[in-house]
C-alpha cells in the first residue's frame, strides 16, 4: 500500500497514471438498506447517485423509511488534482415528516460559510443559522465524507483524519479521526472480511462536557471489493433517530472506482 505522501512525490507519473489516483475519490451509485440497529428489522431504503456537470461532482441521495418518513440530500465537491481528495462547495440534507412538512434541515456553503440548522418540532422550530467564518479544506458534510474515507483507504493511509460539518445542535465544524477497529472484520449484514472504521470527533476542551453525549460512528468497508463502502451505523442527525444502513451486494449497483 502506498501513502499519499508517497504518491505526490512521484513526478515520474504519466497523466494516465495521475488520473487513476485522483478516480481513487470517485463513487457510483448504490442502493442501500436500512436496519433498526440490534435487529433484523428493514425500516427504510435509499439510493445515492453521482453526476458531473460544470466541474463539479454532485452527490444525490434520497432515503424512504416505511412509516412514510424520508430525507433528501444533496452535496458537491470540486475535483483536485495530483491525487488530492476532492473539496467540498455546498452541502444541503432535508428530512421530512411522513405527511411532507420539514422535520429538520442542515447545510453548508463552503464558500460563503452560510451555514444551516433548523428543527421543526410540533409547529415550533428552532433556527441555528450562522457564518462560518474557517471552513478547512478537508470538510466533508454527509455522503462526500465517504469520498474521503474510501479514497484514503484505497491508498492505504494508515490513519484518516479530517473536518466534519455538524450541527450539535449549532452549525460546528468538527475535526474526526477514523481509527480501525478491525481489519479483518466479519459482519452478519455483509459478506467477506470488511475493515471496520471508528469515527470520533475532535471537540477541544468540549470533548469531556459534549463527546460522551455524541453516539458513535461506525463504518464497514470492503477490501477485496476496492475498499468500497458496505454500511454505517450513525444518527440521521443530532438525536435524531439511530440507523444501521448496508449497501445492497450487486456489483452492478456498487461504489466503484470510475
Given at each position: 500500500?502506498?501513502?499519499?505522501?508517497?504518491?505526490?512525490v512521484?513526478?515520474?507519473?504519466?497523466?494516465?497514471?495521475?488520473?487513476?489516483?485522483?478516480?481513487?475519490?470517485?463513487?457510483?451509485?448504490?442502493?442501500?438498506?436500512?436496519?433498526?440497529?440490534?435487529?433484523?428489522?428493514?425500516?427504510g431504503?435509499?439510493?445515492?447517485?453521482?453526476?458531473?456537470?460544470?466541474?463539479?461532482?454532485?452527490?444525490?441521495?434520497?432515503?424512504?423509511?416505511?412509516?412514510?418518513?424520508?430525507?433528501?440530500e444533496?452535496?458537491?465537491?470540486?475535483?483536485?488534482?495530483?491525487?488530492?481528495?476532492?473539496?467540498?462547495?455546498?452541502?444541503?440534507?432535508r428530512?421530512?415528516?411522513?405527511?411532507?412538512?420539514?422535520?429538520?434541515?442542515?447545510?453548508?456553503?463552503?464558500?460563503?460559510?452560510?451555514?444551516?440548522?433548523?428543527?421543526?418540532?410540533?409547529?415550533?422550530?428552532?433556527?441555528?443559522?450562522?457564518?462560518?467564518?474557517?471552513?478547512?479544506?478537508?470538510?466533508?458534510?454527509?455522503?462526500t465524507?465517504?469520498?474521503?474515507?474510501?479514497?484514503?483507504?484505497?491508498?492505504?493511509?494508515?490513519?484518516?483524519?479530517?473536518?466534519?460539518?455538524?450541527?450539535?445542535?449549532?452549525?460546528?465544524?468538527?475535526?474526526?479521526?477514523?481509527?480501525?477497529?478491525?481489519?479483518?472484520?466479519?459482519?452478519?449484514?455483509?459478506?467477506?472480511?470488511?475493515?471496520?472504521?471508528e469515527?470520533?470527533?475532535?471537540l477541544?476542551?468540549l470533548?469531556?462536557?459534549?463527546?460522551?453525549?455524541?453516539?458513535?460512528?461506525?463504518?464497514?468497508?470492503d477490501?477485496?471489493?476496492?475498499?468500497?463502502?458496505?454500511?454505517?451505523?450513525?444518527?440521521?442527525y443530532?438525536?435524531?433517530?439511530?440507523?444501521?444502513?448496508v449497501?445492497?451486494?450487486?456489483a452492478?449497483?456498487?461504489?466503484?472506482?470510475?
Amino acid at each position: 500500500m502506498v501513502s499519499i505522501c508517497a504518491l505526490l512525490v512521484l513526478i515520474s507519473w504519466n497523466r494516465a497514471e495521475a488520473a487513476a489516483v485522483q478516480n481513487v475519490y470517485q463513487l457510483s451509485a448504490t442502493d442501500t438498506t436500512i436496519f433498526a440497529p440490534g435487529s433484523d428489522e428493514i425500516i427504510g431504503h435509499g439510493h445515492y447517485s453521482l453526476s458531473h456537470a460544470d466541474g463539479l461532482d454532485t452527490v444525490e441521495g434520497e432515503n424512504k423509511y416505511l412509516d412514510g418518513e424520508y430525507d433528501q440530500e444533496q452535496q458537491s465537491v470540486r475535483p483536485s488534482v495530483n491525487g488530492l481528495p476532492p473539496v467540498l462547495v455546498r452541502y444541503r440534507h432535508r428530512y421530512f415528516n411522513a405527511d411532507g412538512t420539514l422535520q429538520y434541515e442542515d447545510g453548508l456553503d463552503a464558500t460563503t460559510g452560510e451555514a444551516v440548522c433548523r428543527r421543526y418540532d410540533s409547529g415550533s422550530s428552532d433556527i441555528r443559522d450562522s457564518i462560518l467564518k474557517s471552513i478547512p479544506p478537508d470538510t466533508y458534510a454527509g455522503a462526500t465524507q465517504l469520498m474521503l474515507l474510501v479514497g484514503r483507504l484505497r491508498l492505504g493511509a494508515p490513519d484518516i483524519t479530517f473536518h466534519s460539518f455538524n450541527c450539535i445542535p449549532d452549525p460546528r465544524i468538527v475535526a474526526i479521526k477514523a481509527t480501525r477497529l478491525d481489519e479483518a472484520a466479519t459482519w452478519s449484514r455483509y459478506p467477506g472480511n470488511l475493515i471496520k472504521l471508528e469515527m470520533k470527533p475532535d471537540l477541544g476542551w468540549l470533548n469531556v462536557l459534549v463527546a460522551p453525549f455524541i453516539p458513535k460512528i461506525y463504518g464497514w468497508f470492503d477490501s477485496s471489493d476496492g475498499f468500497n463502502y458496505a454500511g454505517g451505523e450513525f444518527d440521521r442527525y443530532y438525536k435524531g433517530r439511530h440507523v444501521l444502513m448496508v449497501r445492497t451486494h450487486d456489483a452492478s449497483a456498487s461504489l466503484a472506482v470510475h
